[in-house]
Structures are given as structure tokens and as C-alpha cells.
């Protein structure tokens, strides 16, 4: 069986009979992947957690007739360390994982650059430096951007006059202007569509700043992002409903990544 | 393929964890060529399982009376309350005989990606069975991966604010295993949850 090495971050694990799981993975150079790990759910496993989700993983990997079988693994980025003992970022981050899943629709096939946004989304998300919601929220309008469904926050959807706009269409990939609109538009704030355009490009500043004047603006942001997202998949994602979005103080930076193995002492 | 009740056996068979397509004819083959009696008493055995085995209306234990052998059990601590995923995780802590609490099945681990939340496990029950200030510490005994330790941040959340005595099950090495084979987080783990030697 030929071998083959490739950088990865596991997004969803399926038990396979007794003690083996299928993986799934989306790589640096071959794309989305799916691979069989064996042993991997004996407590004695030698893949420990180096194959749960959130995992960035360097391994190798055999051909095999229908499924590749995982053959080394080693860990690049611990994602899954922090997560497990934050369940907001669990819960954000689990719906980063299937978005990535959904959007890269073929097995196999090359997607850098959904692989970089992902590991960078991921980093993003265990750095304590930002929201979870809002590090969610970018990355869905980013790796919808990626899949070619860039939305438009600026100029009219339909004729492409600079805005602002006041209406939002979800088939109409964005913002439209009155005279282009269409029945069924949302008519979002104004600073809305500017936290979703902020969101898009990255500008945190203005994404802080948007989120403590506006949170009614914020949470219209996230409906319509959501409700984007949900239109481009045909179906909706299952882990989207369970995210926790309740805000809370930043915590410094890494302090997910270094200090989070929430053991709590037998004597405490 | 065979003729229709022998295939169909061989299907059902087949559906079993840990039974292939080979073991599944060998094993049709053996009760084709055994003992009548004894394969109606297997046959019998399968559908008393169906009808008699319930959940504890407690613990969600399985049982096969409405209160499972532990919750009717007097000698077992009423205030220690050890969490689990599954029915089988009781028996895997009860052949240890290191506890002498009692049990709460939670009936899985919170899996947003399965569609699996909070309201989907016995959380509800819990919060319930905990209101009388009977338990006054409960045992997380999740599964040590990403969805149990999720599952347990969560029910922390949930129990401090209650004045609970909350206490996780420590993860480390695998008792028989060679330092140098542990991944990053299992050994982390390990050093954060480091006791004194002299213990
Ligand atoms: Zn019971």
C-alpha cells in the first residue's frame, strides 16, 4: 500500500466497529479526507488525543481500496486541548468544523486555502483574545467567501452602486439597492451590515467597538449570517443551534492553548 | 446467498458489533446444527431482554424493575452522585469497588455535530433528583475525550452555583504504558493533576 504524508485538522470522528474510528480530516494538499484509525478508542490507544476533532495533525497515511488507514500521527497545534474545558469555544468551534466539512464538497480535492482560513479560524478561537461569537461569525462569512458565496456589504448586489444599502438578500449574494430590490429583502441596521462587513474583512476594532454600542446590531448580525450560511448549505448545519453565545471577558492571550487541563483536585 | 430464512438470519446476525459477513454464516451454520432446545432458549433469552429490561426511573440505569439494584440498595452512600455517559460506564466503575455512591446516566455526551445538546441527556432529571440537597458531591465520570470533557465543563457550570462539592475523574497515563508513547494532552493532563508522593 503506497504511503503518503500530509498536514491535517481533524473535523468529525465516526466509531468503526469495536475499538476503530473513521476520521474525517480536511488537509493541507489532499482536501477532505477520510481515513480509518484503528484502536484509537482503547483507553491504552497509542493515538491518545492526537485523532479527536480540533486536532492539527502531521501524519501518514496507506492507500487502501476504499478507505486510507492512518499509519502515524503527531501533533502540530493541540486545538482540541483548550476546547473540551470551554464550552463556548466547544460549541462555536464544533460548528467551524462542520462548515468546513459541508463547504469542501469533494473528497480528495485540493482546498488550501479553506485549510489555512480553518487552522487560522481555529487559532483565532483557542487565543482567548476575542469573542467565540465573533471569531465564529467571521469565519462563516470568510470560508463562505472562499466557496465563491462572498457576500456583499457595500455595493448593490444587482447593479453595483457603492452604497450603503438598506436591504439584505440571501439569494442575491448582499446588500441591494432600492431600486434593485426584491420582495422578501431583510432591512437590517445600518450598523448591522457594518458589523458584518467588519466581520468579513477582519477589522476587529470595529467589531469590539460595533458589539459594546450596538448589541442589538450584533445579534441581527449573527441571524443573517447564520441564515446565509444555512441558505448556501441546502440544508441547515446540526451543530448550529447548540452554540453558546453569551459574552464574556477576554481572557489573555494562548491562555486557552497553555493553561487548560481543568483538573479539579480531589480535595478541593 | 442462501435461501430466505437462512439469508435472513445470516442479515440479522450480521448487524451485530464485532460480527462480519464470514462470522455471521458460521455462526447460522452452528445454531442450524445444534441442539433445538437450546437455540429456543437463546431465541427466548432475545425477546425477554426486549420486554423485560427497563431503565432505572432514578438513575437511568438499565434494570429490570422500576429502581435499579443500586438505587434500591440501602448500604450505597445517598449523597455521592457519580455522572456517567452510559449504562456501561456503571459497570466498568462498579467492577473497581472503589465506589460506594450512587449512579446518574446521563445517556450520552453533549455532541452538537450528532445534534446531541443538553436537552437530548438526562440533565433535566439530574437537576431534578439534586433538589432535595440529599447529594452533596457529585463524581463527573465522562469519557476522557473531547465530547466528555465538554459534557463535564458544561454540568460544572450547572452544579457550582448549587454549593456542590464537583469533582472530575483525573486523566493520565494508562496504567502498563511507556511515558514516551503519551500524546501532549494526556500528559499535560498528567502533570496538572500531579499529587504528592507521599499521599
Ligand atoms: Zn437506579
Redesign the interface.
Known amino acids: 500500500m503506497p504511503l503518503y504524508r500530509d498536514e491535517a485538522v481533524v473535523l468529525?470522528t465516526h466509531k468503526l466497529?469495536?475499538a476503530d474510528r473513521i476520521i474525517t480530516l480536511l488537509s493541507r494538499r489532499h482536501g477532505r479526507l477520510r481515513a480509518v484509525a484503528r484502536g484509537v478508542r482503547r483507553?491504552?490507544s497509542?493515538?491518545?488525543?492526537?485523532l479527536?476533532?480540533?486536532a492539527h495533525v502531521d501524519l501518514q497515511l496507506a492507500e487502501g481500496r476504499s478507505l486510507d488507514t492512518i499509519t502515524q500521527a503527531e501533533?502540530l497545534t493541540?486545538f482540541?486541548?483548550g476546547?473540551?474545558?470551554?464550552?463556548q469555544c466547544?460549541?462555536a468551534g464544533?460548528?467551524m468544523?462542520?462548515t468546513a466539512e459541508r463547504l469542501v464538497t469533494e473528497d480528495k480535492e485540493p482546498a488550501v486555502q479553506q485549510f489555512l482560513l480553518l487552522v487560522g479560524g481555529l487559532r483565532a478561537m483557542t487565543g482567548g483574545e476575542r469573542q467565540p461569537g465573533h471569531v465564529l461569525d467571521s469565519y462563516l462569512l470568510r470560508s463562505l467567501a472562499v466557496a465563491g458565496y462572498a457576500p456583499t456589504f457595500l455595493h448593490c448586489a444587482g447593479c453595483g452602486l457603492e452604497g450603503p444599502h438598506r436591504y439584505f438578500n440571501h439569494a442575491a449574494g448582499g446588500v441591494l439597492c432600492v431600486t434593485c430590490r426584491v420582495p422578501g429583502s431583510a432591512s437590517p441596521a445600518p450598523a448591522t451590515i457594518l458589523m458584518m462587513s467588519a466581520l468579513l474583512t477582519g477589522d476587529w476594532n470595529e467589531v469590539e467597538r460595533l458589539s459594546t454600542t450596538e448589541p442589538r446590531a450584533e445579534r441581527e448580525a449573527t441571524g443573517i449570517v447564520s441564515a446565509y450560511l444555512s441558505w448556501h448549505l441546502e440544508r441547515g448545519l446540526?451543530?448550529l443551534?447548540?452554540?453558546d453565545r453569551a459574552r464574556r471577558e477576554a481572557t489573555p492571550v494562548g491562555a486557552l492553548l497553555e493553561d487548560r487541563?481543568?483538573?479539579?483536585?480531589?480535595d478541593? | 446467498m442462501y435461501e430466505g430464512v437462512v439469508q435472513d438470519l445470516i442479515d440479522e446476525l450480521g448487524r451485530l458489533?464485532?460480527v462480519g459477513p464470514k462470522g455471521a454464516q458460521r455462526i447460522a451454520f452452528h445454531l442450524l446444527a445444534a441442539d433445538p432446545t437450546d437455540v429456543r432458549r437463546l431465541a427466548e433469552a432475545l425477546v425477554e431482554v426486549t420486554v423485560k429490561v427497563k431503565f432505572c426511573k432514578t438513575c437511568f440505569n438499565v434494570s429490570s424493575e422500576d429502581h435499579c439494584r443500586i438505587c434500591r440498595d440501602p448500604r450505597r452512600d445517598p449523597s455521592v452522585l457519580c455522572l456517567v455517559e452510559e449504562y456501561k460506564d456503571v459497570v466498568a466503575i462498579e467492577r473497581t469497588r472503589e465506589f460506594r455512591g450512587r449512579y446518574h446516566v446521563l445517556g450520552g455526551a453533549?455532541s452538537?455535530?450528532?445534534?446531541i445538546?443538553p436537552e437530548q441527556l438526562h440533565i433535566r432529571e439530574l437537576m431534578v433528583r439534586l433538589a432535595d440537597g440529599a447529594v452533596t458531591e457529585v463524581i463527573l465520570a465522562t469519557d476522557?475525550?473531547?465530547?466528555?470533557?465538554?459534557t463535564?465543563?458544561?454540568l460544572?457550570?450547572m452544579l457550582k452555583p448549587l454549593g456542590l462539592?464537583?469533582?472530575?475523574l483525573?486523566?493520565g497515563l494508562?496504567v502498563?504504558?511507556d511515558l514516551e508513547?503519551?500524546?501532549?494532552?494526556?500528559l499535560?493532563?498528567a502533570?496538572?493533576?500531579r499529587?504528592s508522593a507521599d499521599d
Open positions: 468529525r466497529g469495536e483507553t491504552t497509542r493515538w491518545g488525543s492526537r479527536e476533532p480540533f501533533t493541540p482540541g486541548a476546547m473540551g474545558g470551554d464550552y466547544y460549541t464544533t460548528v468544523l462542520e446540526r451543530s443551534p447548540y452554540v487541563f481543568p483538573v479539579i483536585p480531589a478541593g | 458489533p464485532g453533549i452538537p455535530i450528532d445534534g445538546g476522557p475525550n473531547l465530547e466528555g470533557e465538554a463535564a465543563t458544561y460544572t457550570r462539592r464537583v469533582t472530575r483525573a486523566s494508562p502498563g504504558g508513547y503519551a500524546d501532549e494532552v494526556t499535560g493532563r502533570f496538572a493533576g499529587r
